[in-house]
């Protein structure tokens, strides 16, 4: 056994350690050593390994907002990059797209002015997407149906590529609309939505042909096939040959009624961004449908249609009973639609 030997003076205390004692201090030492190493390369290695998946994440997750310094700062509620849920929009991803909405009539022309707009390939009006009473049926499925237009995730023959930089739909007035004026106000202004109104001057003229449109679509005069709209000269004939006797004791009643609902519309929505239009103003100047596609901040280019205008003939020559409207109408405030306004 090793003897311990003391030193001792008055000012310390000196102990001699033992060789294997100082032996197994060094050996505790180098393993704890050894440990921390250890666990701090795991620790780093842990820390690198976690950390360089996230770094690919975050690229695809944070990307930088699709803003253009060219739109104007009062534009950009109206200006929209929808993320589409049926398809993606790849390379398209950041053209903007503008949300608009014909709001209108039946026998206003509509059906000619949206296939201009859809002749242009950034362009997609959807239709009379209101006109099944399912789709109206209350407020939820009204709202249901314009997200899905908004959203690039409804399907029509008018549905453009992922590239669409305006896109809409038909709303007639009384599918829907005026029912329900003031939530749909309040989408429009929510949304950004611009309105379009497109209504007739001439209210008889728009009459007359209600007319002969219901006729037809009980008599179903071409081939048995009731069409709305024509695309040759030799089927707008055939159609025009029907001549309504127009019930003259409810005439100016029903002009009033229909110059009422136009009215209230463009009152409702005079707060909305919108421009007005009327029928007989693009049939007389086609160049003022360019104004349409600078309302849409759209390029410029040509519009066609392949539709044909049915009652082209004057008025006396479209009414059965004319002598009878005319002296209905005559010194009342829509004498003025007696009259030609506008030349074929």
Known sequence: MVEERCFFNKDALVIK???????ALKMFMLVAVMICGIY?????????????????????????????????HDEIPYVHYPTPTTYSRDECACTPVRFFSIVSMQRSGSGWFETLLNSHVNISSNGEIFAPKE???????????LDKVYNLDWYSSASKNECTAAVGLKW??????MDNHETVVEYFRQRGVSVIFLFRRNLLRRFVSQLANDHDRSTKQLNGTHKAHVHSENEADILAEYKPSINTSELIPNLK??????????????????????????????????????????????????????????LPMQVDN???????????????????????
């Open 17 to 23: 350690v033992p060789k294997k004692s100082h032996i």
């Open 172 to 177: 007639m007035l009384n599918q829907g609309f």
């Open 322 to 344: 004319w002598d009878d409207v005319y002296n209905c109408l005559k010194g009342t405030e829509y004498e003025s639609f007696l009259h030609a306004d506008y030349d074929l």
């Open 257 to 314: 009624k229909t110059d009422k609902f136009v009215a209230d519309s463009m009152v409702y929505l005079k707060n909305i961004r919108h421009i007005a239009l009327y029928y007989e103003d693009l049939i007389k100047n086609r160049t003022k449908v360019m104004d349409v596609l600078e309302f849409l901040r759209v390029p410029q280019r040509k519009l066609v249609s392949q539709h044909v205008k049915i009652h082209r003939r004057p």
């Open 40 to 72: 701090i390369c795991s620790v780093c290695f842990k820390q690198i390994g976690t950390q360089s998946r996230p770094k690919f994440l975050r690229i695809q997750i944070i990307r930088t907002p699709c803003k253009s310094p060219a739109i104007p």
């Open 135 to 145: 789709r109206r049926t209350n407020i939820s499925t009204i709202i249901n149906a």
